[in-house]
């Protein structure tokens, strides 16, 4: 099976800068888009940036100009630095890998995963 582990998170002063990293682990052949979502209470989840395996990127239009993304395919990783942090960030944040194929015992696997989340604060 494949599983994502992400670190990163904390309490920040508003201004401030954060880096998030996710390893996807696993059997791993190919992983198609890796990126991060977050979700606030009381919102829905929403998709904050994404990178494809060829370097095709997708930003909300919320974090654009702050906010890089960007992936180490070889070792299945994708991290976001997040500079000029707002309140408005403030968020549990969720590592995704889209099309993600893998080998099991049955042949090769392929899904959607989601790590377990890291909490990011922006606060005074």
């Known amino acids: 099976q494949v599983q994502l582990v992400e670190s990163g998170g904390g309490l920040v002063q508003p201004g401030g800068s954060l880096r998030l990293s996710c390893a996807a682990s696993g059997r791993i052949f190919s992983i198609y888009a890796m990126g991060w979502y977050r979700q606030a209470p009381g919102k829905q989840r929403e998709l904050v940036a994404a990178m494809t395996s060829g370097g095709t990127t997708n930003y909300s239009d919320s974090v654009k100009g702050r906010f890089t993304i960007s992936r180490d395919n070889a070792k299945n990783t994708v991290y976001l630095q997040m500079n000029s942090l707002k309140p408005e960030d403030t968020a549990v944040y969720y590592c995704?890998?889209?099309?993600?194929?893998?080998?099991?015992?049955?042949?090769?696997?392929?899904?959607?995963?989601w790590g377990q989340g890291t909490q990011v604060t922006v606060s005074s």
């Open positions: 995704n890998a889209d099309r993600v194929r893998y080998s099991r015992p049955s042949g090769v696997g392929d899904g959607t995963y």
